[in-house]
């Protein structure tokens, strides 16, 4: 069984922005040249996320209307009287999650007609990492 890793920066220009990751992960998986197996995707920071879903903005937007909904910036947390401002963004990252597992058949990511992988950033413009991590044969 061959394993590969490769880490992915992201410094976004937004503080909060989804940014399309399915190459990155493509490119890793030609590098490993593996032909049957699994690619792990990993959001390296608590306030980020990865995700699999529609390439399309108006769902991007409806994403952040949603988890704005279910965990709406404020100041009020506990999380802020350590001095953070950005519990919102751990609680986001919760509901997207950190990690995605992908297939991988005859040497391409098998996804679904409409998937893509996507980074989620709920308190960017700083540089976070992502690992990929490719197994198999």
């Known amino acids: 069984m061959k ?5 992915v920066w992201f410094n976004t220009k937004e503080k909060r922005e ?5 190459h990155e992960a493509e490119i890793a998986l030609a590098e490993a040249g593996v032909n049957e197996g699994f690619v792990l995707v990993s959001a390296m920071h608590i306030t980020s996320s ?9 769902l991007w937007e409806d994403i952040m209307t949603w988890l704005e909904k279910l965990a709406p ?10 001095g ?3 519990a919102d963004a751990h609680l986001k990252r919760l509901l997207m999650g ?6 991988i058949t005859k040497g391409k990511l098998d996804l679904g007609q409409w998937e893509q992988l996507f980074y989620g950033e ?11 991590k490719v197994f198999g044969e």
Request: aromatic share 12%; proline share 4%.
């Open 50 to 58: 990865v995700f699999v879903n529609d390439y399309e903005h108006g």
């Open 122 to 132: 709920f308190d960017g413009q700083r540089n976070k990492r992502v690992i990929i």
């Open 18 to 22: 989804i940014v399309p990751m399915t």
């Open 98 to 103: 950190h990690q995605v597992i992908l297939p």
């Open 3 to 7: 394993v590969y890793t490769k880490y």
């Open 73 to 82: 910036a404020r100041h009020d947390y506990k999380h802020h009287k350590t």
């Open 84 to 86: 953070e401002d950005n």
